[in-house]
């Protein structure tokens, strides 16, 4: 963590030389993002506004709610602790939910906060992969392992652990605390499938919010958006699996639908997926 804050420091230094004074006065840059949604995606993109003016990466670790060995939530004071760190210009990220204290925090001036989310059923899957075979050291890696199949595995992703003290709720329990996101003007919220298959719309989307919320673009939007653009590499990220939009309807059974439909609820459509629950 020390090198981490040390390499912060380092290319702050190296951002101060070259911007002046306008780096003061940039916004922090956040993605936040419900996880297996296009994590990396966004902060790559965020990362390409070194190349546009006033930013540093600040390779700091993500801010998260829960502590990944144990699976135990972790206190609000050291999440906004986390968050205070971030100086003006700073690119960085997280997991955090809606809670009031997070809220003010990312969305006071000077902070340009991101969204990123994702179809659920998509997520599901995404969440089986990384626990599994990707994140050996998930407090539910053993768990899943242990598990004779996918469908068992896909069945636990859907409706979670709820026998554990370690809080694992059901796909839509681990998606409310984010939905107030939302409802935020502050926030740009994005889907991930929008970053996948319009992405120049959202990009161009991004590069605005950015804008309006106090980054100097110091060229036109669709220029920026080919700068950005051409940073891409998506299969950079070391969770990167497939990217793909819409996997879940390969591997869904109609018994899986039947148990995501049960505890999702009307989840699809408030996330504007479906019309009802007749997919």
């Not at 059923?121 to 899943?144: F, L, M, P, Q």
């Not at 018994?255 to 408030?270: C, I, M, S, Y």
Request: hydrophobic letters at 40%.
């Amino acid at each position: 963590m020390n090198i981490k804050h040390l390499r912060h420091r380092l290319r702050r230094g190296v951002a101060r030389a070259r911007y002046g004074k306008s780096l003061e006065g940039a916004p922090v840059l956040f993605a936040n993002a419900f996880p297996k949604s296009g994590t990396h995606l966004l902060i790559q993109i965020l990362q390409g506004f070194t190349r546009l003016g006033p930013a540093v990466d600040s390779g700091l670790p993500a801010v998260v709610m829960f502590d990944g060995p144990t699976g135990q939530p972790r206190p609000l004071r050291a999440i906004l602790s986390e968050l205070a760190r971030l100086r003006p210009g700073d690119i960085a990220y997280g997991h955090l939910h809606a809670l009031p204290e997070i809220v003010a925090a990312l969305c006071r001036d000077g902070v340009a906060p991101f969204f990123v989310y994702r179809d659920p059923r998509d997520v599901v899957v995404s969440h089986v992969h990384y626990v599994t075979e990707i994140e050996t050291n998930h407090v539910h890696h053993a768990y899943y392992r242990s598990l004779p199949d996918f469908d068992a595995r896909l069945r636990t992703s859907i409706l979670g652990r709820p026998e554990l003290d370690a809080p694992f709720p059901d796909i839509r329990g681990r998606f409310e605390p984010y939905l107030g996101w939302l409802e935020r003007p502050e926030v740009c919220a994005l889907r991930f499938e929008e970053l996948i298959e319009g992405q120049e719309a959202a990009i161009g989307r991004v590069i605005e919010h950015a804008a309006a919320r106090g980054f100097p673009l110091p060229v036109r939007v669709p220029q920026a958006v080919r700068a950005l653009i051409r940073g891409l590499n998506p299969a950079k990220s070391p969770t990167f699996r497939s990217g793909r939009v819409g996997g879940w309807r390969q591997v869904f059974t109609p018994e899986h639908k039947r148990l995501f439909k049960q505890v999702a609820g009307d989840l699809l459509v408030r996330l504007g997926y479906e019309k009802d629950d007749g997919w």
